[in-house]
């Protein structure tokens, strides 16, 4: 039975090997070599030598935590209305359904509604407001950005709050705990592993955002995934995109780690 279980493994360590270590592997061979295909350390000491590449480092770090924090504030209430209404898996199907639309198909939407002739505009000159440039704007970037991720961060949410044993909930309340304490002291610490599983589904990929950045925000909002775009498609410097998307695979693994389930140390097994 062991036998046959670790064959089974055969399909699945292959698929990882192929299209995860390899390709980090290769981004990591890559980011010691020039423009020219020399090798160098060159590309690393002009990353944390140079200015605008720690800013696009933190301006993705900002935008990323932004997003993230905007989306779980959203999530979670959703989450839990969710959890508590009838005919959930209908209404979950209409949370999933957007994430079957192509990400560049929901960017040209979005670029209709809030264009200076779009929906939102027609709506605020309908009410006396008048039009207001709304796209490219860190408003337009951060809303559909948010709106893309919310799914992603209800569903781990969801599932926690649904493994939530009641009685535990019903013995909360039999003690006399109101509903504040109840979800503060009960729901909320146990389900935040889905929570933290929801942090890094959002977080982790908007750290390396570029196609929002350049059709919703505009290239106004810089990030070190416009930056990997452009060493690899315009300037066509591999080494320094390797480079800098080995430091955000770091950076990814540093979220992991921060964000992962801590195991207590006196927990039987």
Known sequence: MAKARRWMMVPYAMWIMLFVVAPILLILYQSFFDINGAFTLENYRT???SGTYLRMTFNSFVYAALIT???LLISYPTALFLSRTKHKELWLLLVILPTWVNLLLKAYAFIGIFSIHGGVNEFLTLIGIGPRQLLFTDFSFMFVAAYIEIPFMIMPIFNAIEEI?????????DLGADNFNTFTRVIFPLSLEGVKAGVQAVFIPSLSLFMLTRLIGGNRVITLGTAIEEHFLVTQNWGMGSTIGVIL????????AMTGERKNKGEIK
């Open 165 to 173: 044993n009641p009685s535990l909930i019903s013995a909360s309340r």
């Open 47 to 49: 990353y944390f030598s």
């Open 249 to 256: 695979i770091l950076m990814m693994f540093v979220i992991m």
């Open 69 to 71: 924090v905007v989306t």
